[in-house]
């Protein structure tokens, strides 16, 4: 989130959101959302989460066309946080005019817990369990049609991410963007068929779902997007890889193992053919760019968590010198 933001949003801000939904202002905790602000309440005894985007962001329209797709899902079976009316029925609230404003929304608090890494990257059950549900999603989309007349959700290459790298790259990493051009117009070339193009999460991995008991429960749809269904495939495998530093060995290990429990997961509820299954690095490279577009723009470079070093400078040399971020064996 950019730090201009964050400057705007205030305390009477956040109480007109959680008065509108029917929650006590007295009563929020700060989650510290990475793009939007984010708070823990409740109402009637029942947890809940706030969550409040800036226009700037998402428009209206978008989050309006994201919570008619997630209650699309919820509906047909999808485990995944149900999107909250307020007590006048309304799915969104804005606060602000013009091209300045916030967007309030609320949605039931997924119960459990989100799992630790270990867990993440070696519990085989979970895994497949998180391919299954990714499945499911798959499935629906194919036949999801949007209410007319209301908005549709942008695809990846709306997606800020990736029309404004130029902007975050510092001029001591321009050595990159000819490459990501490349990369890009790669992408753009590729088919968009009913059975492999479609709406997405879009950013699943162990911080956007909770598990209770076996189940899990996904939240954070902010940026689902038409897409690829082999990106909701790369993205959780990607955070499920070890850094560089641990290892080939044990990158490959680890990779292959979440890979494989994840697809016999997804399989029970959707295929995708091979062919697309043999294009997973191209869209790995897709997450890559995501990333280092993000840390690019939000991330002091001079004061760098390790993890984020390290995967920013493997990154630019996979970028540069045209290497796969994973070899393993996807089909």
């Avoid at 997405?200 to 911080?207: E, P, S, T």
């Amino acid at each position: 989130m950019h730090q201009q933001i964050r400057m705007l949003f205030n305390d009477t801000l956040l109480h007109q959101c959680a008065v509108r939904f029917g929650f006590d202002p007295n009563d929020l905790t700060n989650l510290h959302g990475f793009q939007n602000f984010v708070y823990a309440s409740s109402r009637g005894g029942k947890p809940y989460i706030l969550r409040v985007i800036h226009s700037s962001h998402r428009s209206a329209g978008q989050v309006q066309a994201e919570l008619d797709w997630l209650r699309y899902l919820t509906e047909h079976g999808v485990n995944a946080a149900v999107p909250v009316r307020t007590p006048d029925g309304e799915l969104i609230v804005t606060i602000g005019s013009g091209d300045c404003y916030f967007i309030a929304s609320a949605f039931a608090r997924a119960p459990g817990s989100k799992p630790d890494h270990r867990s993440y990257t070696e519990d085989d059950e979970l895994i497949r369990e998180l391919g299954r549900l990714t499945g499911k999603i798959h499935a629906l989309s194919r036949s999801y049609a949007v209410p007319k007349p209301a908005p549709v959700r942008g695809s990846w290459q709306n997606n800020q991410y990736v029309t404004q790298l130029h902007e975050y790259v510092p001029e001591s990493y321009a050595s990159i963007l000819p490459p990501v051009e490349r990369f890009v117009s790669l992408l753009s070339g590729l088919p968009r068929c009913p059975n492999s193009f479609g709406l997405i999460h879009g950013d699943i991995h162990m911080n956007n779902f909770h598990v209770d008991g076996g189940m899990l429960t996904l939240f954070d749809f902010d940026e689902c997007e038409y897409s690829w269904f082999a990106c909701d495939i790369a993205n959780p495998l990607f955070y499920a890889t070890p850094l560089p530093s641990d290892g080939t060995d044990r990158r490959h290990l680890v990779a292959q193992r979440f890979y494989d429990a994840f697809m016999e997961g997804y399989c029970t509820e959707h295929t995708l053919s091979s062919q697309w299954l043999q294009r997973l690095p191209h869209f790995l490279r897709l997450r890559e760019l995501l990333v280092l577009s993000g840390a690019f723009r939000s991330l002091d470079l001079d004061h760098l968590h390790p993890w984020s070093k390290e995967m920013i400078e493997f990154t630019c040399r996979n970028l540069e010198y045209d290497l796969p971020y994973l070899d393993i064996r996807f089909c």
